[in-house]
């Protein structure tokens, strides 16, 4: 399944203040519409900062980049139109009820009356949070929160979906209800760019996959790609370590 | 516009969930006025209404001792004591009760001052009239008024006290010359002329008067000087909730998550703007309507705003505004909540002190004057005090809110470029 690239990444570099090797080193990566994207990698490969930059919230030091067809540089405003982000933190606010929480990213996303009402309601049911809808979210168990997190992300029901670590810290149910309701998503046509350390998840929910490590992606393809291409028929854990080493990780 | 209004639903949200931060955004503003208001409104009654206790030691009950005594107990200045314990104190005892703190002043007048006077007067006249010239005075023609002052008492009033002590004297000595000169004249000429006291005879007066424009006479009280000024200083301390509010914001995520939608990190702070815009002006029509009913209920003045309100309210918005474009300053560049809450709260004891919250800018040094006139508090100030005290109208004080404008505006753009840099280069 090769659709129209929706994002492209071309040479993308990037260097945080005060350091002198970069973040980011000449990246190239073209995301074909439709696919969930697994971008993995060990803490401090780079695959936040890549997102960051995708969703326009940090500007890259170098290099070319579309999302949706829109340059990053020149058309972020048309950019945050068609994607949704998921952030790795519960990015709500805490004294808000949970409806009041999708109302307000909704509305901000141009969602209004009864088609923002109706598509609260059919998030909240899918992911188990209607009992609680009223209550305000600082009151919410982790895999609460982290549901409602993901429902912000994609109430608007956006083109591209970015999501960073969207199941950490959650439990099994809620990482189950997560991952269907995703696979889902994806079903409607919506590309999934996703982040994660739990691997065996990657490897069940992503249709291609690229590894990153030291800000630089050392494999992509699907995961048969890319264990014909370290010639092994191992799990994606096993090709992982093999990869980025068994070296500790910042 | 759709996103403002929501983005205004839900800092509205967030605010109104916080009770103990809304009661203590508006609650603490209208302690601080009334606590500080009380506070210079009865510093100003002590003084007038004999509250600082003076301990005299007269031991000269002539003219100059009568005279000093009289004028102390007529000046309605101070509580005069003549005695310590019921008995009548030593030179040493008065000084060791001032020094112990009991009596802010001890005063001793020196026995037979008044008749040391009249000597050398009386020596003096004889040496005119005998066409001898007049020497400088030698030691034994000296009279000390030992003038004994509590450190803790401001040195105004000490200087206020030794001028008036000195007035005190120099009328009583001028009138025994002129005593003095009546006698000798008359016992030298065949025709006696009356008494020359012709300091009887006042022919100056002072008239005072408090001027405002539009030829009106305004009295001011302490109500009227202390409530702009502190409800100013109020205001601008919206900026530490404001500036952590905008950090807790950024720590959690939530703000980015906002950068990722369809709305700018302008629009995002025009809301906050709007809500705490409410804020503020709630905060100060509560402190005017606690100036007006609730003071002259706990013993203070009135307010008085019939006729101010559109002139006070503009300026009120005008401060409100400078006072939230510093806070999105300090929220942006701040990192985090310590580095926010130490920087405004100091920044903004240092803009009110040079704006002269605390002390009139008149009476500052000249650096500090100078500096006084880029202090939003100090235009804000003079706004208000020129309404309230000097009866202005809004076309004598617009320019102050302009100037308060344009520097929120600024706030609000060193703010825009800053996070724009910090998404650049970090």
Not at chain 2, 209 to 229: C, D, F, L
Not at chain 2, 237 to 249: C, L, N, Q, R
């Amino acid at each position: 399944m090769n659709g129209k690239i929706t994002i492209q990444i071309q040479n993308l570099t990037k260097f945080y203040r005060g350091n002198t090797t970069p973040a980011i080193d000449k990246v190239n990566l073209d995301v074909h519409e439709g696919r969930i994207f697994g971008l993995l990698g060990p803490n401090g490969a780079g695959k936040t900062t890549i997102i960051r930059i995708l969703c326009g919230l940090l500007a890259p030091t170098d290099g070319e980049v579309t999302v949706g067809g829109y340059s990053l540089k020149h058309e972020l405003h048309k950019i945050r139109q068609i994607i949704g982000v998921v952030p790795q933190e519960i990015a709500l606010y805490p004294t808000l009820t949970a409806r009041e929480n999708l109302s307000v990213f909704g509305g901000i996303c141009g969602l209004k009356g009864n088609d923002l009402k109706k598509r609260m309601d059919k998030w909240l049911t899918l992911f188990g949070l209607v009992k609680s809808q009223h209550q305000q979210v600082g009151r919410f168990s982790g895999g609460m929160k982290r549901r409602l997190n993901l429902i912000a992300g994609l109430l608007h029901n956006p083109q591209i979906l970015f999501l960073d670590e969207p199941t950490v810290g959650v439990d099994v149910q809620s990482k189950y209800v997560i991952i269907e309701n995703l696979m889902e998503i994806n079903r409607t046509g919506t590309t999934i760019v996703y982040t994660s350390h739990y691997l065996e998840e990657a490897e069940n929910l992503c249709s291609y996959l690229a590894i990153i490590d030291e800000g630089r992606i050392i494999a992509q393809g699907t995961l048969n790609e890319i264990k014909k291409e370290n010639s092994t028929e191992s799990k994606l854990e096993d090709i992982f370590l093999q990869l980025t080493g068994k070296d500790l990780r910042d | 516009m759709r996103a403002i209004g929501k983005l205004v639903y839900k800092d509205f949200l967030i605010i109104i969930r916080d009770k103990g931060g809304l009661a203590m955004l508006f609650l603490m503003p209208m302690a601080l006025v009334l606590i500080m208001t009380s506070l210079q409104d009865n510093t100003f009654k002590a003084i007038n209404e004999s509250g600082i206790n003076l301990i005299l030691l007269n031991n000269d009950p002539d003219s100059l001792g009568s005279a000093i005594e009289q004028e102390i107990v007529r000046s309605n200045f101070f509580r005069v004591h003549y005695d310590i314990n019921g008995r009548r104190p030593s030179d040493q005892a008065v000084k060791e009760a001032v020094a112990s703190g009991r009596y802010q002043i001890g005063i001793v007048i020196p026995a037979l001052a008044t008749q040391r006077i009249r000597e050398r007067v009386q020596r003096n006249v004889m040496k005119i009239f005998s066409g001898d010239t007049v020497k400088t005075k030698d030691a034994r023609d000296s009279v000390n008024i030992m003038l004994y002052v509590d450190p803790a008492t401001k040195n105004s009033l000490r200087s206020t006290l030794q001028g008036s002590i000195r007035e005190y004297s120099t009328r009583v000595e001028s009138r025994i010359v002129l005593n003095e000169l009546t006698r000798e004249i008359n016992s030298r000429m065949m025709m006696p002329i009356t008494n020359l006291n012709l300091l009887k005879q006042e022919t100056v007066y002072y008239k005072e008067e408090y001027v405002a424009r539009g030829n009106k006479t305004v009295i001011p009280n302490s109500v009227q000087h202390n409530v702009p000024a502190w409800t100013l200083f109020a205001m601008f301390f919206i900026v530490i909730p404001f500036a952590s509010a905008m950090i807790k914001e950024r720590e959690d995520g939530s703000l980015d998550r906002l950068l990722t939608m369809p709305c700018s990190y302008a629009s995002i702070m025009v809301s906050k703007m709007l809500v705490y815009l409410v804020v503020c002006f709630l905060q100060f029509v509560l402190i005017l309507l606690m100036g007006v009913y609730l003071f002259p209920l706990v013993g203070l003045p009135s307010l008085v705003v019939v006729g101010r309100v559109l002139s006070l309210s503009v300026m009120a918005v005008a401060a409100a505004l400078a006072a939230i474009g510093y806070g999105i300053a300090v929220g942006t560049i701040a990192r985090t909540h310590q580095q926010a809450a130490i920087f405004a709260s100091i920044s903004v004891v240092i803009l009110a002190a040079v704006g002269g919250i605390w002390v009139p800018v008149f009476i500052m040094p000249p650096l500090l004057r100078e500096i006084s006139t880029v202090s939003p508090l100090n235009w804000g100030l003079n706004g208000f005090y020129d309404i309230l005290v000097r009866n202005a109208g809004l076309a004598d004080v617009i320019h102050y809110g302009i100037w308060m404008l344009f520097f929120s505006l600024g706030c609000l753009l060193i703010a825009l470029y800053y996070h724009r840099w910090r998404k650049e280069f970090n």
